[in-house]
């Protein structure tokens, strides 16, 4: 998908998203309603422009959904949803994923305390969280254990 979105910046810019066919109305009614809200996108590449690094893509603070990867969990492998273009990470930085007490990406230390709100932000009853559920996509930054703020799903995982 090739999605026109607000930067921190204050200014449109266009973006790229590669997600599941069947997930495609949602992301176009969730990034029109953030794009007439001007909720800020920091940049929004496919994972590929990080060399399919997931790590990479996050520390540098990219919207991103689809990656033929497995989930971030204990216990056995398994594909994430993000490998099946059914899951997209925000603002990773502002957005962190906090796994067992550490910070992910490292960058977003500065973001593990969700208060006071700051740009870009997930927050329950926020802009973000709104425009997904209103998809009926769910949040990761309800995960009690491991809360993946960034984190949005259409399946939950």
Known sequence: MTLTYWGFDNAPHI??????????????KVFE????E??????????????ASDELSTAA??????????????GPPKWSAHAYGQAIDVNTVE????LGGQVLPSQGAAYRVRSPYRSGMAVPD????QAFAAEGWLWGGRWTASPDYQHFSSTGG
């Open 33 to 36: 309603t953030l794009f007439a």
């Open 61 to 74: 603070d990219n919207t991103a959904a689809f990656n033929c990867r497995y989930a971030v969990a204990a």
């Open 38 to 51: 001007h909720f800020p996108i920091r940049t929004m590449l496919p994972v590929v422009y990080f060399g």
């Open 126 to 129: 926020g802009q973000l969280v």
């Open 95 to 98: 957005n962190p994923y906090v």
């Open 15 to 28: 973006g790229a998203l590669v997600v599941a066919a069947t997930a495609v109305p949602a992301m176009t």
